[in-house]
């Protein structure tokens, strides 16, 4: 393959990578799309092909469409198993965020409610919303009729604002506030201070370190500040679980103020939140080593300020 076949790929690499991510919620998943889109480009006939950027957006979406439908991916998904990988705000693989749709596109609420959507669904509102897709050209990239992109799209967005549940966009400071109080709160064992800084309908979400079959949820204020005071309580034995003292940031991902534990220079687990009118809404607990790879890497080369909690 020349270099200017290379370089036309290349180009367009960070927009396929942020596309395969929010339809697959994994960032090593949508590598490998990635990948398997390049191997098809070398092999393609390329004279035959008059706008590549369209070619390849058709190629890496059906890649990932059929990863949605295997075999494999329905099973752990059925199974209550999934989470979506958090990734830290600045990495390009989060793509597009210069408007709402495209920033509530990424973030780890809606990349949650979309496992609700069929794939084709999916594909729609990931074109449509987070990359500004015309229903003619996403007609052209599933096969369908106009008709049926506008179908798709009309149910996604039904389905999403029926279940997505905010309090407002929060500015990012005072939504850093309500966290630092919240993990203070958790930390020092005020449990009713943690129930106040709940919404009445907030949910909370674990994937208990990738040790427990099905994600663990709980909803109530009561119930909810219950398992974050035990989850955030030290222990000689979360020590040892966790390989040494945990330190505790404040930092950003995928859009959302989150809680990132670090031993030495590891991430060994982050929490984001929603935040909206001051109070959380709802977490995501991460702490299974293959959802933190990448943010891992990424944390190795950010600077993360002063810690919240130090020698946890």
């Known amino acids: ?97 210069d408007t709402f749709e495209q920033r509530e596109s990424v973030s780890l609420a809606v990349l949650t409610l979309v496992e609700r959507l069929s794939p084709n669904e999916r594909a729609v509102y990931v074109l449509r919303e987070a990359f500004a897709y015309s229903h003619a050209e996403i007609a052209a990239i599933l096969d369908v009729t106009e008709a049926a992109s506008q179908q798709h799209a009309h149910r996604a967005r039904t389905r999403l604002a029926d279940e997505r549940r905010s309090g407002g966009a929060a500015d990012p400071a005072a939504a850093r506030r ?81 809680v990132i534990a670090v031993v030495g220079d590891r991430v060994v687990g982050a929490v984001a939140f929603d935040v909206g009118d001051g109070k959380v809404s709802a977490l995501y607990g991460i702490a299974a080593a293959r959802r933190l790879t990448r943010l891992d890497e990424a944390w190795r080369r950010h600077d993360p300020g002063v810690p919240v909690v130090d020698a946890w």
Not at 68 to 93: C, I, T, Y
Request: hydrophobic share 45%.
């Open 1 to 97: 393959m020349d270099s200017a076949a290379v370089d036309t790929f290349e180009a367009g690499r960070g927009r396929l990578a942020s596309l395969a991510y929010r339809l697959l919620g994994s960032a090593a998943d949508a590598e490998d799309a990635v990948q398997d889109t390049f191997l098809r480009w070398q092999a393609a006939d390329r004279e035959r092909i008059e706008v590549p950027e369209a070619w390849l957006t058709k190629v890496l979406t059906r890649l990932c469409l059929d990863r949605l439908r295997s075999a494999q991916a329905r099973h752990e998904r059925a199974a209550g198993a999934w989470l979506p990988e958090p990734l830290l705000d600045g990495d390009p693989m989060l793509g597009p965020a």
């Open 178 to 258: 309500v966290v630092e109080e919240f993990l203070a709160a958790a930390t020092s064992g005020r449990t009713d201070r943690l129930v106040a800084l709940l919404t009445d309908d907030v949910t909370a979400v674990s994937d208990g370190a990738g040790l427990a079959r099905r994600l663990l949820r709980y909803r109530t204020p009561e119930r909810v500040a219950s398992f974050v005071r035990a989850g955030f309580k030290p222990t000689p034995a979360k020590r040892r679980l966790a390989g040494g003292p945990t330190t505790m940031y404040v930092a950003r991902v995928n859009g959302s103020p989150a």
